[in-house]
């Protein structure tokens, strides 16, 4: 079945599996997003219980997501795993570090005896809302703006800065993708809060942050995707691999692609649909809509970085060692070998899909956790 | 190839690298097996309908739920440490071994979490026969997950179902079944996770010891233990068995590692085995600290022949027969490997730099004699070796795989015994009269620990200094980054993990103060 595909169409199908989890690894941020608003929305210490249940529920989705985000990228395109990981030591480390500190917080906070007390692990999950997105969407900024590496004849990476991936903060159009990221984060839990807890007040509370959380994602959002359609981007010869600068890439990719481009600009609707109607109706399906937009949104962003002749990470330290989907995938084997596998992929959606129902069938509330064996 | 190498740098990754696979596994094994004896007691509830079988499932998933937490936290970093510190290699190798770590979190991880989320808050909202099959799909997506990790592990130990390729300069896969079905990674992982099951029964009986001991919740006790002896005495002797296979595997594939952990210098036929012994400090090499003798030893005849060829007469290669070579019986000296090595290796550089001025004949004839079957097997077999220039240094630590593997097989002898005697006394129903025995069940739960970590010891010093047997030293593996921002990673998570690890162990030390609870109340409390 997939040995019959080309190299390239192989290629392209696993940068579209990676930048679903990808995409779906931001929409599950809601966690993280959800982690930074203990201290605004809680005003009693039930309320905050509430609050860490609800997500204490779901984040190891997230975080498993974000495994399988790395394995995938390991799998399909390991030129990228060594490099991005290898060079930008720093941020992936402060990535890592801020997920480490999350794991066991959720178990360890109530516990009696926990050794650092439940303030300590609610820093730890505020912690980790806070820098996981704003790294995470700052990391990937770096994928429309270059990164300071370069690669010798036997692939090894050396970085051009003794800060090894910190200095993508000083680029202000990444800066602004990782800030677009934290507040979209923190509309996603904002959202879910109001989907799945039974406590008007907490509603009530999440609906006045909502507003506030998204205002600064619009001016972000907006300009780093205004800046992105007016600013060069790097793209290769398929012929020779050759890198090149071209004016007005991302504005291309977009006019190249228009089927890309309608499920962006669907996305953005849904993003905005379910914060408006949230906002001005009220109701809780508000997580859905912009769930599926954020889902459709990001997914659009990263095959605009990757297709149409786009290196998806260039260097602006040696532009020819620049990475795209062709020079730093996987063998044509592998790629069909994990595309058997890639087969799964609905199956694992579907047992996702219906144990999320079984447990979300009804709202959680104070009442059940006074039930509940395990509470966190 | 690996100019201007910074040792500090590779000694320092490989601390990590150790630091962060040792706490690790300092977790994962009470997962996999506590995970499946939780299953066991589940079914004995909605089998029996007996109330008091939840209750203890409870019991045990509450210490589940507080070690599969720390588990989790440590997990990551190992995935991602593969690029961060070892770069080199992620490239090298990463056509083969991403393969397993995506399927890894496509086929166990997702189950792994979708279910415990239904088997921890799940009790009031599915039903009995749902909620028990979602805490086996825990249980059984937690071992798959080991599965996935140690099939790449095992590939790292025997290197199969590949062919290396000129041009991207790295190992590409040509069979997924052999990479999936080597026998070194079949054998690593029954072995691994077997010993794993062997670890949380233990801790089970250890846990369930104390109650007795203190009088309290006996029934609770009593059954845990019944439950936990006869899983851990079956997983026991399964353990001896795929480790007796998994060592004829080392045998056969790594015989460096396997004369290392056997303490055996010089080979010989109808080889003995040394049951019990003790290294001498002075040196029977100069040139090399790590060859030692012994002062004092126990040795079997022609065992050690037997156990690792089925056969009493056979030869067994020494450490001195691999380094000097054996002609007699057919052992390639280690300068032979090296000049080979380098060979390919200077092949290599040709082709590349053929390439760069754009030769395109001169490169094409090269990358044909590099793909060559002959090439493939006389040469690029020992491509690794090419970085080596002391051949001493293909020594591992012999002290400390000889010590480690002693400590784990003596250790695994006792456990079958203590199982036997758990059950034993048990089912006669006396087993509170045993006092001595239960303050031992007690300490034997830092023994399986101990074992656990014996066992990763062995093989991962044992292999050194291969990252992938013969193929890549660990040298040049490593990512080219300060060996001071590596120093900073280290000692960071040394501060992290180590904090993490004093919570765990009060948080589950108070948890068992606490004991089973009624039906009804939080946890936490």
Redesign the interface.
């Known amino acids: 079945m997939f040995e019959s595909l080309s190299l390239i169409t192989l290629q392209q199908y696993w940068w579209l599996i990676v930048s679903l989890l990808g995409a779906l690894l931001v929409f599950l941020m809601f966690v993280q997003g959800g982690e930074t608003l203990f201290f605004s929305i809680a005003r009693t210490e039930d309320e905050k219980t509430l609050l860490v249940n609800t997500l204490g529920?779901?984040w190891?989705?997230t975080?498993?997501t974000?495994?399988?985000?790395?394995?995938?990228f390991?799998?399909?395109f390991?030129?990228f795993?060594?490099?991005?990981?290898?060079?930008a030591?720093?941020v992936?480390?402060a990535i890592?570090?801020s997920?480490?500190?999350?794991?066991?917080s959720?178990?360890?906070r109530?516990?009696?005896?926990?050794?650092?007390g439940a303030k300590t692990y609610e820093i730890f999950l505020f912690l980790n809302g806070l820098l996981g997105p704003l790294l995470i969407g700052t990391a990937v900024g770096t994928f429309f703006n270059g990164a300071m590496f370069s690669l010798d004849?036997?692939?090894?990476?050396?970085?051009g800065t003794?800060f090894?991936g910190l200095e993508a903060v000083l680029t202000f159009h990444n800066l602004a993708l990782g800030l677009a990221v934290l507040f979209l984060s923190r509309v996603l839990g904002l959202l879910y809060f109001m989907n799945s807890i039974e406590n008007t007040a907490i509603y009530e509370r999440s609906k006045i942050q909502l507003l506030y959380n998204t205002v600064p994602f619009l001016v972000f959002f907006l300009y780093f995707v205004i800046a992105l359609l007016f600013k060069d981007g790097f793209a290769y010869q398929p012929e020779t691999g050759a890198i090149t600068i071209e004016p007005y890439k991302y504005l291309h990719n977009l006019v190249a692609m228009p089927v890309n481009t309608f499920m962006l600009l669907i996305g953005v609707v849904g993003v905005l649909w379910g914060i408006v109607s949230t906002l001005l109706k009220g109701g809780t399906k508000g997580i859905w809509f912009v769930g599926g937009g954020t889902v459709l949104t990001v997914w659009a962003l990263l095959i605009l970085a990757a297709f149409n002749h786009t290196s998806f990470y260039p260097s602006v330290f040696d532009l020819q060692s620049s990475l795209t989907i062709e020079n730093a995938s996987?063998?044509r084997?592998?790629l069909v070998?994990?595309s058997y596998?890639?087969l799964?992929?609905p199956f694992?959606l579907g047992?996702?899909w219906y144990?999320w129902k079984?447990?979300n069938?009804?709202k959680i509330s104070t009442e059940?956790?006074?039930?509940?064996?395990?509470?966190? | 190839m690996i100019e201007g190498l910074d040792l500090a740098l590779v000694n320092w990754s490989r601390a990590q690298f150790a630091l962060t696979a040792m706490y690790h596994w300092i977790f994962v094994p009470l997962t996999l097996g506590l995970g499946i004896i939780i299953a066991i007691m589940e079914t004995l509830y909605v089998k029996t309908g007996n109330p008091e079988w939840k209750r203890i499932t409870k019991f045990w998933m509450t210490m589940f739920g507080i070690n599969f937490a720390i588990g989790v936290a440590t997990g990551i970093i190992l995935e991602f440490e593969f690029g961060t510190n070892w770069s080199n290699y992620s490239w090298f190798v990463g056509d083969i071994f991403g393969a397993p770590l995506a399927i890894e979190g496509i086929l166990a991880f997702f189950m792994e979490s979708t279910f415990i989320a239904i088997m921890f808050f799940g009790w009031n909202k599915v039903s009995k026969k749902f909620h028990l099959t979602a805490t086996w799909l825990t249980a059984i997506g937690a071992n798959l997950s080991a599965l996935w990790i140690l099939v790449a592990n095992g590939w790292m130990q025997k290197p199969v179902g590949m062919v290396f390729n000129p041009e991207t300069a790295r190992m590409e896969m040509t069979s997924f079944w052999d990479v999936l079905f080597s026998p070194m990674a079949v054998h690593k992982f029954l072995h691994t996770t077997s010993s794993s099951f062997v670890l949380a029964a233990i801790f089970v009986i250890g846990v369930s010891a104390w109650f007795i001991l203190k009088g309290r919740d006996i029934v609770f006790a009593r059954k845990s233990i019944v439950v936990a002896a006869i899983f851990g005495f079956l997983a026991s002797i399964y353990t001896v068995a795929t480790g007796d296979s998994s060592a004829r595997s080392v045998a056969h594939d790594q015989p460096m590692k396997f004369a290392a952990f056997e303490g055996l210098y010089n080979g010989s036929e109808g080889a003995g085995l040394v049951a019990l012994g003790l290294i001498s400090s002075s040196e029977t090499d100069p040139s090399n600290e790590n060859l030692k003798d012994f002062t004092l030893k126990i040795e079997i005849p022609n065992i050690l022949s037997y156990m690792a060829f089925m056969d009493w007469d056979a030869f067994v290669p020494g450490i001195n027969d691999l380094i000097r070579g054996n002609e007699k019986y057919g052992i390639m000296s280690a300068t032979e490997k090296i000049s080979r090595g380098k060979l390919a290796i200077e092949k290599l550089k040709a082709f590349k730099e053929a390439k760069k001025a754009g030769m395109v004949a001169q490169a094409d004839s090269l990358k044909t004699e590099i793909m060559s079957p002959d090439f493939q097997k006389n040469y690029f077999s020992y491509f690794g070796y090419g970085y080596i220039s002391d051949p001493h240094t293909l020594v591992p630590s012999v002290p400390l795989s000889f010590y480690s593997f002693h400590i784990m097989v003596v250790l695994g002898m006792y456990f079958i015994l203590f199982f036997l005697m758990a059950l034993l006394y048990t089912l006669k129903g006396k087993i509170h009269k045993h006092r001595l025995f239960l303050k031992a069940a007690i300490w034997t739960i830092p023994l399986a620990y101990l074992a656990s970590q014996a066992g990763w010891v062995v093989a991962e010093v044992g292999r050194q200094p291969w990252v992938i047997q013969d193929l890549m030293p660990t040298m040049a593996a490593v990512t080219k980054i300060s060996a001071g921002a590596v120093q900073v990673t280290f000692w960071l998570f040394a501060i992290i993990f180590t904090t993490l690890l004093i919570a765990e162990i009060k948080i589950m030390m108070r948890q068992i103060k606490i004991g089973p609870k009624s039906e009804g109340g939080p946890s936490h409390v």
């Open positions: 529920r779901k190891e989705f975080f498993t974000l495994v399988t985000f790395g394995g995938a390991f799998a399909s390991p030129l795993y060594s490099t991005s990981f290898g060079g030591y720093w992936w480390f890592l570090v997920f480490v500190i999350q794991a066991v959720f178990e360890f109530k516990k009696p005896a926990n050794l650092l004849d036997m692939n090894r990476v050396t970085w003794p090894r996987s063998s084997f592998t070998a994990m596998v890639s799964f992929v694992v047992y996702i144990a079984a447990m069938n009804k059940e956790l006074e039930q509940e064996h395990h509470v966190y």
